[in-house]
């Protein structure tokens, strides 16, 4: 796993051995994956007590299918998941899910050159450096742009009851951290 200014602080972290270990798991299929991104508070090094695992899984051209297959490879142990497919493009979609440690990894999936956007700040944990250049970036998201868009998933019933259960539990220990 390459190194990134603020991984010692994540390195505190209770999601510190989840990210290890999801990391680990797409560098043992090499012939599946060209490398990973972090994303969101811990590409940051801002991450706190409760804080989730947003990576990407980059997927290796014309292993799409395969990859997709065995996305329960990375999710090993999970108490749940969720899957996010519907409406995204062809090579891209979404495989969360919730760790025993209640650790939630927010995973997306995304072929190479696919239409993966990246948001904000990206560290690449595993391959080269210039795999980020594949993907179309976009400044970072803003707290009130998140909300918005959990909002309209819940809205559409994209959400199902345990991860808006979930998320529910986050937004009361948020407010209690930041008292």
Not at 34 to 55: H, P
């Amino acid at each position: 796993m390459h190194d990134w200014p603020g991984r010692e602080h994540v390195e505190t972290l209770r999601a510190w051995p989840i990210l290890v270990e999801v990391v680990r798991r797409i560098e043992a299929r090499p012939e599946l994956f060209a490398g990973a991104f972090l994303l969101g508070s811990l590409s940051r090094g801002q991450g706190d007590a409760i804080s989730d695992v947003d990576i990407v899984a980059v997927v290796q051209r014309g292993e799409w299918d395969e990859a997709w297959a065995r996305r329960g490879e990375l999710s090993e142990g999970a108490i749940v998941t969720f899957d996010k497919t519907d409406g995204e493009p062809a090579g891209l979609a979404g495989h969360s899910w919730l760790t025993p440690e209640l650790v939630k990894v927010e995973s997306l999936i995304a072929e190479r050159g696919s239409a993966l956007r990246l948001y904000g700040d990206v560290v690449s944990l595993l391959g080269p450096p210039e795999l980020q250049d594949e993907f179309a970036r976009a400044p970072r998201l803003t707290r009130a742009a998140v909300d918005e868009y959990a909002g309209e998933r819940r809205a559409k019933g994209d959400i199902g009851p345990i991860e808006a259960a979930y998320a529910d539990l986050m937004v009361l220990l948020q407010a209690e951290i930041r008292q």
